[in-house]
């Protein structure tokens, strides 16, 4: 069986930036051990598997999966999707349906492209547990009940000095440790730790920055604002509140198209 599959780095204007994603547009859904098998195979942080959706409620359905299991929503590869159906179809805009994060929008935009991803709202809070695996003290903790956690610091060098316990961490679940700071030539700067959903530094985050969109623009009392993860690879967002809504901008590149074979 050949599948068609494109490699894509997500928020990136060049190659080997950004965050890698795996697109492969489907005739059906294969079973989902085959799925997973195929995310494993990938070995990015997410691989995207899209359909065309018959409900009438989106063009594509969509998952995601990472090498150790399928996740409730990705929004780098939910724009990497957006960037190959785009190009590949044409038109302005393409939608998707999810399992658990509703009907998700990509269109063209002066950035590249711009993502509507559901905002995640969070509450303060306390976890001395992961400040422990941290290794440094936030002034803030604030977090949703779906294990997004945002860990505010006072600057960006303490953001970028964290050499958290990784597999301690992990043990806690598949929570996102979303630590964040003022960027000094951006606004926001964040790095995003995943070791329970088999993704310990995450390269830039769309889910995170939908709960960092409306954290940011409270604090920020403005709509719109910059932001950057100082990832290991590096990328850049525009990030804007409308709404229920986090609009997410930045380009991407397509680094490899081609053929999966799978046995039949």
Known sequence: MKLPYWHVDAFADRPFAGNQAAVMPLGEWLPDDVLQAIGEENNFAETAFVVPDETGAADWELRWFTPACEIRLCGHATLASGHVLLGRDGGERVTFRTRKAGVLEVRRSEAGYELALPAIPTERSDRPEAVTLLGAQPLEIWRNPD?????????????????????????????????????????????VFVPGGGVDEDSVTGSAHAALTPFWAARLGRESFTAHQASRRGGDLTCRFEGDRAWLGGPCVTVVEGTFYLPE
Do not use: H, K, M, N
């Open 147 to 191: 294990r997004y956690g945002i860990y505010l610091f006072g600057s960006e060098d303490e953001v970028r000095a964290l050499a958290p316990d990784l597999r301690g961490l992990g043990a806690l679940g598949d929570d996102q440790f979303i630590c964040t700071a003022p960027g000094r030539d951006v606004d926001v700067v964040s790095r």
